[in-house]
């Protein structure tokens, strides 16, 4: 009797692993995943939600105040010139970042990353990253 418990309970086992094994994913496969990459919806949802935590306010838009002291607190971390860089992020010019505005710009950091233009950006083709 106990040999048969342990055949069925070890039958069982490895019928789950195989039916887990076949188990697809149903996320894509990111960065942190390995030479996957992550594609561009990926890459502009990540970034669009950490810059949009400057959104002080929680507006929807990040204005030059709210850039301005979220620079100020971190000296030393982030673009040389926050200035500089929210001007070159605010398409219209109006003072303020929209979510449109930080995807666009990440778009074209990503076609600039995605050296081998298979969609992806892999830890290889992210320099900083790839240490």
């Known amino acids: 009797m106990a040999k048969r418990a ?43 939600t950490r810059l949009m935590r400057i959104d002080a306010d929680r507006d929807g838009r990040i204005s030059r105040s709210e850039w301005s002291a979220w620079w100020d607190a971190r000296p030393g971390r982030g673009p040389y010139d926050p200035a500089g860089r929210f001007r070159a992020l605010d398409a219209d010019g109006d003072g303020f970042l929209t979510a449109q505005e930080v995807d666009a710009a990440f778009a074209k950091r990503f076609a600039r990353l995605d050296a081998d233009h298979d969609g992806r950006v892999t830890p290889s083709e992210r320099p900083c990253r790839a240490k």
Do not use: E, H, K, M
Not at 14 to 24: E, F, L, Y
Not at 30 to 41: E, I, K, N, R, S
């Open 6 to 48: 342990v055949c069925l309970t070890l039958a069982a086992f490895i019928a789950a692993t195989g039916a887990d094994a076949q188990t697809p994913t149903t996320r894509p496969p990111t960065a942190a995943d390995g030479p996957g990459g992550v594609d561009l919806a990926t890459f502009q949802t990540r970034n669009r």
